[in-house]
């Protein structure tokens, strides 16, 4: 009679921590010296779709995998498997350079070219999409840095940039004659007016300063007797471009 023995089973321990992009995977495990028909392989989900199969090589894209290790001895029959993450890395500390960061108004729209976006000695901007780097108004804006969602990154990474306000002036001029019955007034011209978005208030009163100037009148006060009157006028802008002087 032919006795058939079956070997006993054995857990192989292994370890492998979650790492993140760029780091090594490096299972650790032990085989004793009489190990034989050794097998091991790596398998899983990589983070842009694509599976992952391989019995040398250790996955490098940030996915989930698995990685099992199988082998016999004279008495045992082991195995061992272990799952791990390799976690994209955040690109928060990326520096990211821009083509110009200082930009004048013109009431166009201003775009500014990302040059690259550096992190760990290597450009990642191919791997990230691009907002914020289109605007009209002056002032300070941010270039915003998202990675994509299937890369190995994740997170964002800004930079700054200004658009510059301009100067545009402003000319003044009264009224000065002999009476002649009509009514006659002041006058105030703004260059660039349109582009400004410029509207100038009136008024014989008091002085107009940015904190009041909508006390004042759109239309000049007028006089008609003889003598003086003396007109206070301040010209309100869209903050994209100063009136010189404004009041």
Not at 103 to 130: H, P, Q
Not at 221 to 236: L, M, S
């Given at each position: 009679?032919?006795?058939?023995?079956?070997?006993?089973g054995h857990e192989i321990a292994i370890t492998q921590h979650d790492v993140t992009y760029g780091d090594k995977v490096d299972p650790q495990f032990e085989v004793p010296e009489d190990a034989q028909e050794f097998m091991q392989a790596y398998t899983g989900i990589q983070r842009n779709g694509e599976v992952?199969?391989?019995?040398?090589?250790?996955?490098?894209?940030?996915?989930?995998?698995?990685?099992?290790?199988?082998?016999?001895?004279?008495?045992?029959?082991?195995?061992?498997?272990?799952?791990?993450?390799?976690?994209?890395?955040?690109?928060?500390?990326?520096?990211?350079?821009?083509?110009?960061?200082?930009?004048?108004?013109?009431?166009?729209?201003?775009?500014?070219?990302?040059?690259?976006?550096?992190?760990?000695?290597?450009?990642?901007?191919?791997?990230?999409?691009?907002?914020?780097?289109?605007?009209?108004?002056?002032?300070?804006?941010?270039?915003?840095?998202?990675?994509?969602?299937?890369?190995?990154?994740?997170?964002?990474?800004?930079?700054?940039?200004?658009?510059?306000?301009?100067?545009?002036?402003?000319?003044?001029?009264?009224?000065?004659?002999?009476?002649?019955?009509?009514?006659?007034?002041?006058?105030?011209?703004?260059?660039?007016?349109?582009?400004?978005?410029?509207?100038?208030?009136?008024?014989?009163?008091?002085?107009?300063?940015?904190?009041?100037?909508?006390?004042?009148?759109?239309?000049?006060?007028?006089?008609?007797?003889?003598?003086?009157?003396?007109?206070?006028?301040?010209?309100?802008?869209?903050?994209?471009?100063?009136?010189?002087?404004?009041?």
């Amino acid at each position: 009679r032919l006795a058939v023995l079956e070997k006993e089973g054995h857990e192989i321990a292994i370890t492998q921590h979650d790492v993140t992009y760029g780091d090594k995977v490096d299972p650790q495990f032990e085989v004793p010296e009489d190990a034989q028909e050794f097998m091991q392989a790596y398998t899983g989900i990589q983070r842009n779709g694509e599976v992952y199969n391989s019995d040398i090589d250790a996955p490098t894209e940030a996915g989930e995998y698995s990685f099992i290790v199988v082998y016999e001895t004279e008495s045992k029959s082991c195995y061992g498997m272990v799952s791990f993450k390799i976690e994209p890395k955040p690109i928060t500390d990326a520096k990211v350079t821009l083509a110009d960061d200082s930009l004048e108004y013109n009431g166009n729209v201003k775009t500014v070219d990302v040059v690259s976006a550096m992190l760990d000695g290597e450009d990642i901007m191919r791997w990230c999409s691009i907002s914020g780097n289109s605007e009209v108004n002056a002032g300070e804006h941010t270039v915003t840095l998202t990675a994509l969602e299937d890369s190995n990154y994740i997170g964002t990474a800004t930079a700054n940039y200004m658009i510059n306000t301009i100067q545009t002036r402003v000319v003044s001029g009264g009224y000065s004659g002999v009476y002649d019955g009509k009514s006659h007034s002041c006058s105030v011209s703004v260059e660039n007016a349109e582009m400004a978005g410029a509207k100038v208030y009136y008024s014989a009163n008091k002085e107009l300063d940015e904190r009041n100037f909508t006390d004042g009148t759109p239309i000049p006060p007028e006089r008609t007797k003889t003598g003086t009157t003396k007109v206070y006028f301040y010209v309100d802008t869209n903050g994209n471009v100063e009136a010189v002087p404004k009041s």
